[in-house]
Nanobody, 121 residues
Framework: QVQLVESGGGLVQPGGSLRLSCAASGIIFSIYDMGWYRQAPGKQRELVAVITSGGSTTYTDSAKGRFTISRDDAKNTVTLQMNSLKPEDTAVYYC???????????????WGQGTQVTVSS
């Protein structure tokens, strides 16, 4: 059974920091690309940051320079360090695991349950 369990969300003032963590089980973590997505009320879920199995990172423009994604394959965890938070960062943040198996042209994708991040004074 695959599980992605997020933690670290909460209420923070503008300009503050939060560190989100996602612990994965039931998958071979090291071969999966890991990502953080978010969904604000009334909006579509959007990509925040991705780190590939090889360690390459991609960020949405609004996250560049403020957020850092990292992974620890020994601990099966992916982390999102968020600094200089803004009210518009308020959303439910979801952990994602994605793997495309090229030889069979199939994919596996899993989601966590989400963790609320609220940026407000």
């Amino acid at each position: 059974q695959v599980q992605l369990v997020e933690s670290g969300g909460g209420l923070v003032q503008p300009g503050g920091s939060l560190r989100l963590s996602c612990a994965a089980s039931g998958i071979i973590f090291s071969i999966y690309d890991m990502g953080w997505y978010r969904q604000a009320p009334g909006k579509q879920r959007e990509l925040v940051a991705v780190i590939t199995s090889g360690g390459s990172t991609t960020y949405t423009d609004s996250a560049k320079g403020r957020f850092t994604i990292s992974r620890d394959d020994a601990k099966n965890t992916v982390t999102l360090q968020m600094n200089s938070l803004k009210p518009e960062d308020t959303a439910v943040y979801y952990c994602n695991a994605y793997k495309l198996f090229v030889n069979t042209n199939t994919k596996r994708e899993y989601w966590g349950q989400g963790t609320q991040v609220t940026v407000s004074s």
